[in-house]
Structure formats: C-alpha cells, structure tokens
Nanobody, 126 residues
Framework: VQVVESGGGLVQTDDSLRLSCTAS????????MGWFRQLPGKEREFVAS????????MYADSVKGRFTISRENAKNMAYLQMNSLKPADTAVYYC????????????????????WGRGTQVTVSS
C-alpha cells in the first residue's frame, strides 16, 4: 500500500489548513486511516483516526474540537481539517493506514497501522 499525504505549509496562529492523504494498492474501504505528528527528537504522537466507513472517529485531547478527520472512499482519500492552529501544532504530519478488522475497528496506536506516508511539514508561526 502506498500512502501519500499533502497539504502542509506555513501558516499563522489561528489559521486553518487541510491535509490530504491517498492510499493505493489495497481496497480503500478495507483500511482504517489515521494521522500522527512528530516533532524533532520526540516520539510520533497520535492525532486522529477514522474507521473504514467514516462512521467512527477518534482524536487526541490536544486537537479535539479543532481538528476534524474525514474520508471520501469513492476517491480513496482521507483528510485532516485543522482549524485554530497553534504554534504547538508545528510538526511533521504523517498519514497512516491499517487493516480494518471490523466495522468498529479504529486504531489509535502507531503499532496498529501498517503503512505510512513520508510526512508533510506543518509550521504555525506566532
């Protein structure tokens, strides 16, 4: 499975940004999707995930109410809408996909995802 994310950039505090992710090589509806982020010298941290049909989502407390994960299965796309961005959101953002093990399967741990993109930089200036 190839995972490719896009949409990062440099924005100011309180701006919005939408990240996009496509996954190919496996039936998209067989995949749960997620977003993680990583700062230099720190571990990759969970941001959000979504189950195969978009009916269930999960968020890190730090982004709840500001970020929204979604997917369009017909386009093999997943998204992360980021609003009210803060400098603390500055990181490399990674899209991840993992095998779905059921309707309610929604992983939130990096070791439960099987395929990863290369990351896209998001920088929020104060």
């Amino acid at each position: 499975v190839q995972v490719v994310e896009s949409g990062g950039g440099l924005v100011q505090t309180d701006d919005s940004l939408r990240l996009s992710c496509t996954a190919s090589g496996r039936r998209f509806t067989s995949l749960a999707m997620g977003w993680f982020r990583q700062l230099p010298g720190k571990e990759r941290e969970f941001v959000a995930s979504i189950n195969w049909n978009g009916g269930t989502t999960m968020y890190a407390d730090s982004v709840k109410g500001r970020f929204t994960i979604s997917r369009e299965n017909a386009k093999n796309m997943a998204y992360l809408q980021m609003n009210s961005l803060k400098p603390a959101d500055t990181a490399v953002y990674y899209c991840a996909s993992g095998r779905s093990y059921g309707t309610s399967w929604i992983p939130a741990s990096a070791d439960l995802f099987d395929w990863w993109g290369r990351g896209t930089q998001v920088t929020v200036s104060s």
